[in-house]
Nanobody
Framework: QVQLVESGGGLVQPGGSLRLSCAAS????????MAWYRQAPGKQREVIAV???????NYVDSVKGRFTISRDNAKSTLYLQMNSLKPEDTAVYYC??????WGQGTQVTVSS
């Protein structure tokens, strides 16, 4: 059982940056796939960034070049650096471990 807790969300102006963190209750070094998802109002949850324990990263096209996913296995923490934020990035952001464990989500609002 892995418990995940996201933090770092908030209100930011368009063009701004935020860094989300996802702290795990135990070691994540053996977790193959960690990912960030988001769910905007009225929309389905979508995966936006994935990182394997080998360091392979994949992104949805809408965030490529703006978002960076990383993991620190020693700190059992997953990160999402978000730059050049747009209003359409407004959503609740969730982290997931192997698609089986989920955090409670953190709200990101991009607005002037």
């Amino acid at each position: 059982q892995v418990q995940l807790v996201e933090s770092g969300g908030g209100l930011v102006q368009p063009g701004g940056s935020l860094r989300l963190s996802c702290a795990a209750s135990g070691s994540i070094s053996s977790i193959y796939r960690m990912a960030w998802y988001r769910q905007a109002p009225g929309k389905q949850r979508e995966v936006i960034a994935v990182i394997t324990n080998g360091g392979t990263r994949n992104y949805v096209d809408s965030v490529k070049g703006r978002f960076t996913i990383s993991r620190d296995n020693a700190k059992s923490t997953l990160y999402l650096q978000m730059n050049s934020l747009k209003p359409e990035d407004t959503a609740v952001y969730y982290c997931s471990a192997n698609g089986a464990f989920w955090g409670q989500g953190t709200q990101v609002t991009v607005s002037s």
